[in-house]
């Protein structure tokens, strides 16, 4: 055998798990269809909103927009991604994003938006009682930036954008 | 009231569909569903869960508290069935939440999957819904990948796994004879030490080539590894093998002209193989028996090499 070389890839274990992921999504959208993977992330997604709801004691402690809409920047922010406020009113929160933790591995892949989706609404319907969560822009599609509209109130409107989320 | 409308909608509907309350209880069961199940209505999917009771009572917990359409898995007859499950939203189930457990998803990624398998049709079997242009790209990325996996990518030639399944394949056949040729080039450490790694990348590549040549389309060649070649000649006999092997020790031997990256004057760089053989069905009748023949072949006449 010739001796092994100085590798060519030497990713860091965050690197590393993030391919893993990225890879799974890409492969579970390709063979299921985007609605398919995206029930898949989701179920994830939802499962790590409730922690991060027990962890920031937010389905206790948070009683107003700018409470959940700080939970959630800051849950973002320790996962490498960096959201920012864009608007905070009693009706809704959004945020914008400019780059997303998954990295270049996202695009083409909005499934993985479905992580975003789920804990952002699980936590505010945690600690709101509702939530329904609209991706407005994701850089997954094209864009330049992440857009998410977090609607705080029900609005009975059958063509409201958006997945719903209760307590 | 809103499990019968619900159920109404769905009674015709060629998927199973049922009707479930968030903690797992029957509420109601399309045609479908009920010639699929033996469920009543207050019996428990639970009961029929593929992933564990514990797994799928989560997942409908989740699925009654938000507008997600998510995934759960249900045995049906011994067999692992997909349904997605959403809550009723509106006027339909103003008390308690229901969930609609929809059958429909398993058959469609299963066909989704059928179609990269290469055994078979691409088109055979899969999704009538999905494109046949999805299908057959599937199927090109499919081979693509195969070939990859195959494949020895200094050379081009085959790798282990892509000469294994050659050779399997071909000894398979009752009455299966070809020849086998080992190749291990001498001094190939010394040539790497002395020249550095591009200029043994350079030799093994240009060996590569002549070897390709030396069968042309009566076999394939393959780099298992290293500095040592196969080279597998289907329907070939013992006369072949002798012609293959001193056709092989001239290919290696011709030399090879190379630059070094840095620049400098050209060098003619040499290798020379130890070669062994082994021809089916004397010597052997499967790839196993065959290529240890060969590699002791070889080996005996690298030791004679050494010796004088």
Same mark, same amino acid.
């Given at each position: 055998m010739k001796p092994a070389g100085p590798p060519t890839w030497t990713p860091t274990a965050e690197d590393f798990f993030a391919d893993i992921v990225g890879g799974l999504a890409g492969t579970l959208q390709d063979v299921a269809g985007l609605e398919g993977a995206a029930g898949f992330v989701a179920s994830v997604g939802t499962e790590l909103g409730r922690q991060v709801s027990r962890a920031y004691g937010a389905d206790t402690d948070c009683s107003d927009a700018e409470a959940i809409a700080a939970v959630l920047v800051d849950f973002k922010r320790r996962v490498g991604g960096s959201f920012q406020v864009a608007e905070i009113t009693a009706d809704q929160i959004v945020l914008t994003n400019g780059d997303c933790p998954f990295a270049q591995r996202v695009e083409g892949r909005p499934a993985l938006c479905m992580m975003t989706t789920a804990v952002f609404g699980r936590v505010t319907a945690d600690a709101n009682g509702y939530a329904r969560v609209h991706v407005d822009k994701a850089i997954a599609t094209g864009h330049d930036h992440c857009r998410v509209v977090i609607a705080l109130r029900r609005d009975?409107?059958?063509?409201?954008?958006g997945h719903e989320f209760l307590a | 009231m809103g499990t019968a409308v619900l159920l109404a909608g769905f009674a015709f509907a060629p998927q199973p569909v049922l009707l479930v309350a968030?903690?797992?209880?029957?509420?109601g069961t399309n045609r479908r569903a009920a010639n699929l199940f033996a469920l009543d209505e207050g019996d428990s999917i639970l009961d029929i869960a593929a992933g564990g009771r514990r797994a799928i009572a989560d997942t409908l917990g989740k699925a009654a508290t938000c507008s997600l359409p998510l995934p759960v898995a249900l045995n049906c007859a011994g067999r692992r069935m997909l349904f997605t499950a959403w809550r009723v939203a509106g006027p339909l189930s103003p008390e308690i939440p229901l969930l609609v457990l929809q059958g429909d998803e398993s058959g469609r990624m299963l066909h989704n999957l059928a179609a990269?398998?290469?055994? /078979?049709? !691409?088109?055979?079997?899969?999704?009538? /819904?999905? !494109?046949r242009q999805k299908q057959q790209d599937m199927a090109a990325e499919a081979a693509r990948l195969r070939r990859l996996s195959e494949?020895?990518?200094?050379?081009?030639l085959l790798n282990a796994r892509g000469l294994a399944a050659r050779m399997r394949r071909d000894l398979a056949a009752p009455t299966a004879a070809g020849v086998v040729l080992y190749a291990d080039l001498n001094g190939f450490k010394a040539l790497n030490d002395r020249y550095g790694h591009a200029a043994g990348d350079a030799v093994l590549r240009a060996v590569g080539a002549a070897l390709r040549d030396v069968v042309g389309g009566a076999g394939v060649a393959g780099r298992p590894g290293g500095d040592e070649f196969v080279l597998w000649c289907p329907g070939q006999d013992t006369d072949g093998l002798a012609r293959l092997l001193s056709q092989t020790e001239r290919a290696v031997a011709a030399p090879v002209s190379w630059q070094p990256p840095a620049g400098g004057a050209r060098v003619a760089l040499r290798a020379t193989a130890s070669v062994g053989g082994a021809a089916a069905p004397e010597d052997g009748a499967t790839l196993d028996e065959l290529l240890a023949v060969a590699d002791a072949r070889m080996y005996r006449c690298k030791s004679q090499r050494r010796a004088g």
């Open positions: 009975d409107d059958i063509g409201a954008q | 968030p903690d797992g209880r029957v509420r990269v398998d290469l055994q /078979t049709d !691409p088109t055979e079997g899969a999704d009538p /819904t999905w !494109p494949t020895d990518h200094l050379t081009g």
